[in-house]
């Protein structure tokens, strides 16, 4: 191994060794202090501290940004806090990163139940075929496929029932609407015949020259009238009497 080394750097000057070696204790460094925090976040991760596990993990993410497990962790950690959304970029962003087909599968999957309890059940769907694609045994995902198709033509069957509902209601409005238009309308024209009728009958007194009242009060003067008459007839018939039976003897 020491020859080795010394075959690989032959020929190089002394400081473009010292830097070549210090670039590699660098990377070593950053590299060992994401694996760190990543170890400190599963351990919180284990206590159910979840926001914590967080935190070390974005900490990890941040000495390197091309950890996967980080990046997964992230999504893990995010999921329990019921950050679904959320949880869902980060899985998608480790399905891009990943080479491995069954980490690509494992990250499809979460990205799946997260999307799934975002009651975006239609992407949770694509999700979980796009995870049985790349590892057909994952038994977890064929469950929740069945699960999210099943619980997806729930859904649709009772947008279904809802979209007949209202379409029944809105035809019964519209009949009773129908209906109190046609009841207003007969009220209507009841109303115009009376007035018409009560017009009619008005220009037919007019047109006598002699109104209803005018002529109750020539049928009350006619009715004084008589009865004067007949008054005037009795003192007269009376007086002819007297006069008959007051002789002079």
């Known amino acids: 191994m020491v020859e ?4 690989y750097f032959h020929g190089l000057k ?6 070549i070696l210090l670039f590699s204790s660098v990377v070593l460094t950053y590299a060992q202090a994401d694996k760190k925090f ?3 976040g599963n351990h919180e991760y284990e206590k159910e501290k979840f926001p914590d596990s967080e935190i070390s993990y974005r900490k990890a993410l941040d000495k390197n940004k091309e950890s996967a497990d980080a990046l997964f ?9 019921k950050k679904f959304e959320e949880a869902g970029k980060q899985f998608e962003e480790n399905f891009n990163m990943n080479e491995d087909k069954k980490k690509k599968s494992a990250s499809l999957y979460n990205m799946g139940n997260s999307l799934l309890m975002a009651n975006k059940v239609k992407e949770s769907i694509d999700a979980y075929k796009g995870s049985l694609k790349l590892d057909p045994k994952n038994m977890e995902a064929k469950y ?22 209202n379409q029944d209601k809105n035809q019964d ?14 009220q209507n024209n009841k109303d115009q015949n009376q007035d018409n009728k009560d017009q009619k009958q008005q220009q037919q007194q007019q047109d ?6 005018d002529a109750q009060r020539v049928l009350n003067a006619l009715a004084n009238d008589e009865k004067n008459v007949q008054e005037k007839v009795k003192l007269a ?8 039976t007051t002789k002079n003897w």
């Open 208 to 213: 006598q020259g002699i109104s209803k009242e």
């Open 73 to 81: 962790n992230t999504g893990d950690a995010l999921y329990k806090q």
């Open 14 to 19: 002394p400081a473009v060794l010292i830097v």
């Open 237 to 244: 018939k009376a007086a002819r009497e007297k006069v008959r």
């Open 173 to 186: 409005k519209q009949k009773q609407n129908k209906d109190q238009k046609d009841q207003k309308d007969k």
């Open 38 to 40: 990543i170890r400190k």
């Open 144 to 165: 929740n496929l069945a699960y999210a198709q099943d619980l997806l033509q729930k859904q649709q069957q009772q947008q279904k029932d809802q979209n007949k509902n």
């Open 4 to 7: 080795e080394k010394h075959t």
